[in-house]
Every structure is written in C-alpha cells, then in structure tokens.
C-alpha cells in the first residue's frame, strides 16, 4: 500500500488547485424537507448550511494553540492520524483514503461534516444501524465503510487520539445545538432523476483533470495526490458516500476543490450518480447474496445490485 506521508501531498495539490482555478469559491446550498422513503441508511438531518459571506457559526481553535502538554500530544496525534490515515493508522484502513479526504480542512470545513459540528451531538441514535451510538462508534463506521478497513477498537490509542482531536476542535462549541454547516448540504434531485450521459460530461470537464479519466486518482512518487472515487482504492457500497444524495451534497459545496459551490444542482446530482455507477469494494454486510443485502440496506438512490452497461454492481 502507498504512504502518503507528512502534509506534502495537500500542499501540491493546494497548488495545483490555486493554478487552476484561482482561490476562493463560495459555500452555499439549499435546505429541504427529508424524504423519509428515500432511505433507511437515512443522511443527518436537514442543517443550516453555511454561505460565505455569513458569519462563521462556530470557529476552531487554531492549530497553534494546541497546548503543550500531555493533552496536546494526543491532539496532535489524533489530527496526524485524520490527515494522514495511511501512514499512522495503515492497520485500520483498507483503501488509499485518509480522513480528510471528505472531512476537508483537517475537518474544520463547514458543509464538509466538520468534526467540531459531530461532536458535540454525540451519543446520537443512527437509523443506520438502529441504536444509540458513541462518537466513537460512529467514527469507526467511517473506518469500516469510508475506509473500507477494520475499525480500532474503542479505548485504543488511535481511536482516543481521534476523539481528543475532535473534543479539541469543539473547543467552546455550544452543546446539544446543531450548528449550521454541520454534515453535507442536502440538494434536491433533479426534476426526472438522474442523467449518467450528462454526469459523464461533467466528470470529463470538471472532475478527470485530478481524479483521472478513470476515477483512479493520481500519485506523485508512490504517494496519493488526489483520491480515486471508485474501484478498489476507494471507499466501499456500504459508504455514505456511494448514495446518491449524499455524494451530490459533499460535491457540491466542495469539489472541484477550492471550487465549491460552482456547479449547478442539476451537474452535481447527475456526476454523483456517475461517479457512483462504477464497481467499488463489496459493503461488509454482504453475506453472499447481492439482492438480499440491496433489499436490506440499500433502500436509497445508489446503484448498488443494479446493472450497468452490463454488469452487476456489487455482485461478487
Ligand atoms: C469517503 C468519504 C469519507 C471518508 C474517507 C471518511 N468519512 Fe467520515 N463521513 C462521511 C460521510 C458521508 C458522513 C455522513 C455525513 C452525512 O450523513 O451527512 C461522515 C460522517 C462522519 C462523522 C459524523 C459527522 C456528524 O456530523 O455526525 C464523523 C465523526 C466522521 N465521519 C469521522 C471520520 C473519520 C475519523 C474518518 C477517518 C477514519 C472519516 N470520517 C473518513 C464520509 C467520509
Ligand atoms: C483541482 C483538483 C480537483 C478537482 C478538479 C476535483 N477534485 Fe475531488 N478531490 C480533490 C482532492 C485533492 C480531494 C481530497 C481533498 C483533501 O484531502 O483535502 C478530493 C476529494 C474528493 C472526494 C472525496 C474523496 C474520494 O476520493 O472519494 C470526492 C467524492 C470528489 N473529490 C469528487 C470530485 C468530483 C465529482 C469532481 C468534479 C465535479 C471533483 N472531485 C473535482 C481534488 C479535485
């Protein structure tokens, strides 16, 4: 498995993002009342999002006032590990992701599922898996799933270490209160549903340039410069990311990075399902059957167990 090690990657890509197409773009996007048909791997709930222009609703700490002591090194680890999963947590990850890959800004962003946001609204009772869960729980279903990996245990040093960061960046956060730019902003389809042709066009014009024709990504010297969004690098069917809705809200509030918001609803949602109409890792809660696990989790707008161009996504 590649490393990617230290910030060296981010700080090419910040490159090469300024080059080309300058810095800046604006953060907005539309509420809307939640389908509950639509899912039982249902999104969070409908949150403000954040515009640009807006006041921040909640600001982190900056990274220089991580204190210098014990509970300093564990923030400090834990945010190693968030921005670079691969080399300090390679044990728990099964693909070549890292956290902030889809947690941007080291987690901070608004409309990015920032951490300061989750944390203070945890333990929270997820239709996903039909319990209350711990913050911990739910960071490890974005290691079993977006990670496509064994999830740490809870207590353990990596899982510790995550938390501390995310206590640390909620550092004076207001408890029990959804802040706006809390998860992805939730976008409406596309009057008609889905159009791959058009997804296609839009992935070809806005997205290859960094992600590859292919989707696989690109590397520099062995080291991952921008993510793949599918195949066996990438994260699994069980993702929250492989719905849909889900994926369209993330790329249009943040991709084409340092771009956001510069696609229209209609662009989003379609290259989301295109992105999405490709083969990636089995979700793990395939026991051998593609129509049983589609019938039992996959009750929302996703191609898994669907076919396309003549095969069977997430048939093994
Ligand atoms: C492939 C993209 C992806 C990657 C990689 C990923 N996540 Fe997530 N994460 C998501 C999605 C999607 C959600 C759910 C957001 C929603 O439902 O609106 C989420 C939610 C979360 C939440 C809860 C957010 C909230 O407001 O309740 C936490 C905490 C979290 N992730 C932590 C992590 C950690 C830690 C890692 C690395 C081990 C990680 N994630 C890697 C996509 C990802
Ligand atoms: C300028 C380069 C660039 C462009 C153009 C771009 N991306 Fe990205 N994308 C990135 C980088 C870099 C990351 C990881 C961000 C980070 O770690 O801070 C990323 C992350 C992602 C992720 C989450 C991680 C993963 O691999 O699943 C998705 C999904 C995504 N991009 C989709 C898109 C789509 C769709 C488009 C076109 C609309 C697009 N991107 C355009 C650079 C780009």
Known sequence: MNRRTGTGGTVMCLALVTTLWGVGGTVSGQDQGKDSRID?????????????SGKMPFEPPREDAIPDDQYGAMVRLGHQIFVDTQ????????????CTNCHLDQGRKPNSAPLWAAYTL???????????????????????YSMNGTPPPSGSKTMTALVTYSYWLATGAPT???????????????????DLV????????????????????????????????WGDQSF????????INTAAGFIKSNMPLGHGDSLSDRDAWDVAAFMNSHERPQDPRFEGDTTATREQFH????????????NLLGGD
């Open 122 to 144: 945890y333990p929270a009772y997820r239709k996903k898996n039909d319990h209350v869960n711990t913050y911990e729980e739910r960071i490890q279903g974005c290691f079993r």
């Open 40 to 52: 039982y791997q249902a999104e969070l709930p409908p949150t403000e999002t954040v515009n640009e």
């Open 236 to 243: 699994n069917w069980g993702a929250g990311m492989h719905r």
């Open 87 to 98: 080399t300090y947590a390679s044990e728990f990850v099964g693909n070549e992701l890292n």
């Open 176 to 194: 029990g209160e959804v802040l706006p730019g809390r998860g992805y902003p939730i976008i409406q389809p596309p009057a008609g549903g889905h």
């Open 299 to 310: 009750q929302h707008p996703g191609f898994y167990g669907q076919v396309v161009d003549g």
């Open 198 to 229: 058009n997804g296609e066009q839009v992935y070809q014009t806005s997205c290859a340039i960094c992600h590859g024709t292919d989707g696989q990504g690109q590397k520099v010297s062995g080291q991952v410069v921008f993510p793949a969004l």
